[in-house]
């Protein structure tokens, strides 16, 4: 009975659905489909060429017992990830509401300057040129100049430094959907509320950031750390773009380049369909576990 | 008379906050700008001045050489620098465009409507953006072939169309814009569902349209083809940066100047469309 309503209302309905279904066709054929499969796959062999044949959870086994190079790209993520994921959340929600105590017009260019990293899409391979390890590296050269150093630093070969570069470089791309979404909230916080909390005993833009604008704008919060979540735990392309692929010792190989590595040159789809399911897993428990905190928040 | 914002920021702001507020930013500022003031020097440097030692940031002799020298680099290359222009400008326009359609449409009806399978839906949107390309690549490309799209430019396209993250934006903004009654008062009036959604909806959402345009049109301005695409053919603008750049340090200025070139588009649109940009953003937020 109650099944036959459903097919009813869904008839009823046939022009929601019509609405929905060129976007639900891309992103079902482009998002949904590619993660089950990496959940099927991961229990598999698969090499492309003959049919995959399942194993249980033989990769996942051999993802933790016996690949070294797996557990040091997790360690690198968490690194990368701690440092920009948490950092750059906080820095740019603090920068956002900096910008917010300023004028109108030089919000305006403040915003522009602090988000012009990620519009600029391809240009974090300057940096590469900044950290070079020869004398034409802008850095190397500065240092040398001001007698700092007598010989080239290595930053991008050495393990010494090259953690540090990636992180520096991570972070200046971390201002992105999060960061504009945190000016759109701090704008939007309602004045008359700041207005009646000087009145009842705010003394400082500390206690005003606590007890009004922080409670106001959770959704915003957890929307910027959805961004934050999805753009730490990728992180990759920058260790391509400073250290090569693979990096000096792995120093900065991560789990996204680790996925690469098995996906795009080995094609053992099977296997690297189980480093993309551990990293989907651990982006969801993330999100949970930042929802859980920012409940407390304010 | 004080004005009201005085009157409360005079209270809970010290001038000697503002002014570090003001500084902090200042430094913030600079350090996100470096990479564009190497790039802007190095474009207008003559070679000799590429190798200066003391680095300058700023050429002492500008000049367009390197501009020249692009075209120059380009006429040589295998494929006409134009083909990696056309194929650039090609997935940004048609991606771009489409990807506000197709999430408007979407958008509106998970906005709007009651329907079995939309909260699901919506649940499922929201999860995905968790989900970076990077990590869907490898199910990405098997299904790309599966399909016959491996190198062609709808490998690139198609996916950008389907993206979370606009449609997301989109519903959100219908969502607290557009009053329930007012929809309801176009129907009384015997509006059908699709002229409802040009004539009432479309205009509303501007703002938002110009959010998933300036999304879309980074994405896909700075998309090289990655694993989708091998045919030299239908390779992008970012791929033949990245060929100059590999051609070594005599061409840091030519690859100075590709950067540049390629960087004004996005910024432009991006100025243009800031401030509809941030209204959409207010309503972002994820509310559980």
Same mark, same amino acid.
């Given at each position: 009975?109650?099944?036959?309503?459903?097919?009813?209302?869904?008839?009823?309905?046939?022009?929601?659905?019509?609405?929905?279904?060129?976007?639900?066709?891309?992103?079902?054929?482009?998002?949904?489909?590619?993660?089950?499969?990496?959940?099927?796959?991961?229990?598999?062999?698969?090499?492309?060429? @003959?049919?995959?044949?399942?194993?249980?959870?033989?990769?996942?086994? &051999?993802?933790?017992?016996?690949?070294?190079?797996?557990?040091?790209?997790?360690?690198?993520?968490?690194?990368?990830?701690?440092?920009?994921?948490?950092? +750059?959340?906080?820095?740019?929600?603090?920068? %956002?509401?900096?910008?917010?105590?300023? +004028?109108?017009?030089?919000?305006?260019?403040?915003?522009?300057?602090?988000?012009?990293?990620?519009?600029?899409? &391809?240009?974090?391979?300057?940096?590469?040129?900044?950290?070079?390890?020869?004398?034409?590296?802008?850095?190397?050269?500065?240092?040398?100049?001001?007698?700092?150093?007598?010989? &080239?630093?290595?930053?991008?070969?050495?393990?010494?430094?090259?953690?540090?570069?990636?992180?520096?470089? @991570?972070?200046?791309?971390?201002?992105?959907? +999060?960061?504009?979404?945190?000016?759109?909230?701090?704008?939007?916080?309602?004045?008359?509320?700041?207005?009646?909390?000087?009145?009842?005993?705010?003394?400082?833009?500390?206690?005003?950031?606590?007890?009004?604008?922080?409670?106001?704008?959770?959704?915003?919060?957890?929307?910027?750390?959805?961004?934050?979540?999805?753009?730490?735990?990728?992180?990759? %392309?920058?260790?391509?773009?400073?250290?090569?692929?693979?990096?000096?010792?792995?120093?900065?190989?991560?789990?996204?380049?680790?996925?690469?590595?098995?996906?795009?040159?080995?094609?053992?789809?099977?296997?690297?369909?189980?480093? %993309?399911?551990?990293?989907?897993? %651990?982006?969801?428990?993330?999100?949970?576990?930042?929802?859980?905190?920012?409940?407390?928040? +304010? | 008379?004080?004005?009201? *914002?005085?009157?409360?920021?005079?209270?809970?702001?010290?001038?000697?906050?503002?002014?570090?507020?003001?500084?902090?930013?200042?430094?913030?500022?600079?350090?996100?700008?470096?990479?564009?003031?190497?790039?802007?020097?190095?474009?207008? *440097?003559?070679?000799?001045?590429?190798?200066?030692?003391?680095?300058?940031?700023?050429?002492?002799?500008?000049?367009?050489?390197?501009?020249?020298?692009?075209?120059?680099?380009?006429?040589?290359?295998?494929?006409?620098?134009?083909?990696?222009?056309?194929?650039?400008?090609?997935?940004?326009?048609?991606?771009?465009?489409?990807?506000?359609?197709?999430?408007?449409?979407?958008?509106?009806?998970?906005?709007?409507?009651?329907?079995?399978?939309?909260?699901?839906?919506?649940?499922?949107?929201?999860?995905?953006?968790?989900?970076?390309?990077?990590?869907?690549?490898?199910?990405?490309?098997?299904?790309?072939?599966?399909?016959?799209?491996?190198?062609?430019?709808?490998?690139?396209?198609?996916?950008?169309?389907?993206?979370? =993250?606009?449609?997301? =934006?989109?519903?959100?903004?219908?969502?607290?814009?557009?009053?329930?009654?007012?929809?309801?008062?176009?129907?009384?009036?015997?509006?059908?569902?699709?002229?409802?959604?040009?004539?009432?909806?479309?205009?509303?959402?501007?703002?938002?349209?110009?959010?998933?345009?300036?999304?879309?049109?980074?994405?896909?301005?700075?998309?090289?083809?990655?694993?989708?695409?091998?045919?030299?053919?239908?390779?992008?603008?970012?791929?033949?940066?990245?060929?100059?750049?590999?051609?070594?340090?005599?061409?840091?200025?030519?690859?100075?100047?590709?950067?540049?070139?390629?960087?004004?588009?996005?910024?432009?649109?991006?100025?243009?469309?800031?401030?509809?940009?941030?209204?959409?953003?207010?309503?972002?937020?994820?509310?559980?």
């Amino acid at each position: 009975m109650r099944k036959y309503s459903v097919w009813q209302e869904m008839k009823r309905k046939k022009a929601c659905y019509l609405y929905i279904l060129p976007f639900g066709l891309l992103f079902f054929t482009f998002t949904v489909l590619p993660v089950a499969i990496s959940i099927i796959l991961s229990f598999s062999n698969y090499n492309v060429f @003959s049919m995959p044949d399942f194993i249980g959870f033989e990769n996942y086994i &051999n993802l933790f017992f016996n690949d070294d190079i797996f557990l040091k790209s997790v360690l690198n993520t968490l690194t990368i990830a701690i440092v920009t994921g948490p950092f +750059g959340y906080i820095a740019s929600f603090l920068i %956002a509401w900096m910008i917010n105590n300023l +004028g109108q017009k030089i919000q305006f260019l403040m915003v522009l300057l602090i988000y012009s990293p990620t519009i600029s899409g &391809n240009l974090y391979t300057i940096w590469a040129i900044i950290f070079s390890d020869d004398a034409n590296g802008y850095l190397n050269s500065l240092l040398s100049y001001f007698g700092l150093i007598d010989t &080239n630093i290595y930053w991008l070969t050495d393990k010494q430094y090259m953690m540090t570069v990636v992180i520096i470089v @991570s972070l200046w791309m971390s201002m992105g959907a +999060g960061f504009l979404s945190f000016v759109a909230g701090i704008k939007g916080v309602d004045r008359s509320q700041l207005e009646a909390g000087s009145i009842d005993g705010i003394r400082n833009r500390w206690q005003e950031l606590w007890y009004i604008i922080l409670p106001s704008m959770k959704p915003q919060m957890l929307f910027g750390a959805v961004m934050s979540i999805n753009s730490a735990f990728a992180c990759g %392309a920058v260790s391509t773009a400073m250290c090569g692929m693979p990096s000096t010792d792995y120093a900065v190989h991560t789990v996204v380049n680790h996925l690469t590595d098995y996906g795009n040159t080995r094609f053992e789809m099977g296997y690297a369909s189980a480093i %993309a399911t551990v990293l989907f897993l %651990a982006m969801i428990f993330c999100k949970k576990a930042i929802q859980k905190l920012l409940s407390k928040v +304010g | 008379m004080a004005d009201k *914002k005085q009157f409360s920021q005079k209270f809970s702001h010290s001038k000697g906050g503002n002014f570090l507020n003001f500084f902090i930013l200042v430094v913030v500022a600079v350090f996100m700008v470096i990479p564009f003031v190497f790039t802007v020097g190095n474009a207008f *440097k003559p070679l000799d001045e590429q190798f200066l030692y003391p680095p300058s940031i700023l050429p002492k002799v500008p000049t367009f050489q390197n501009f020249l020298s692009v075209s120059s680099l380009m006429r040589e290359s295998w494929v006409p620098f134009s083909r990696y222009m056309f194929n650039s400008v090609f997935i940004t326009v048609v991606g771009t465009f489409f990807h506000v359609i197709v999430s408007s449409l979407g958008a509106y009806a998970v906005a709007k409507f009651e329907f079995p399978g939309r909260k699901l839906f919506f649940e499922l949107v929201v999860v995905s953006l968790l989900f970076n390309s990077a990590v869907t690549a490898i199910p990405n490309y098997l299904i790309m072939s599966k399909l016959g799209m491996i190198d062609t430019l709808w490998a690139i396209i198609l996916p950008a169309i389907g993206s979370s =993250l606009g449609f997301f =934006l989109m519903k959100q903004f219908i969502e607290q814009m557009i009053p329930d009654a007012m929809i309801e008062a176009a129907q009384i009036d015997g509006a059908a569902g699709w002229t409802i959604f040009m004539k009432i909806v479309m205009p509303i959402v501007k703002p938002a349209w110009l959010t998933l345009i300036i999304f879309s049109f980074q994405n896909l301005w700075n998309t090289a083809g990655g694993s989708f695409i091998f045919n030299e053919n239908l390779k992008t603008l970012p791929h033949a940066m990245s060929n100059i750049v590999a051609g070594g340090v005599a061409r840091t200025g030519s690859a100075a100047a590709v950067a540049l070139i390629m960087v004004i588009p996005p910024v432009v649109v991006f100025v243009l469309s800031q401030s509809n940009v941030i209204e959409t953003m207010g309503s972002s937020g994820l509310k559980e």
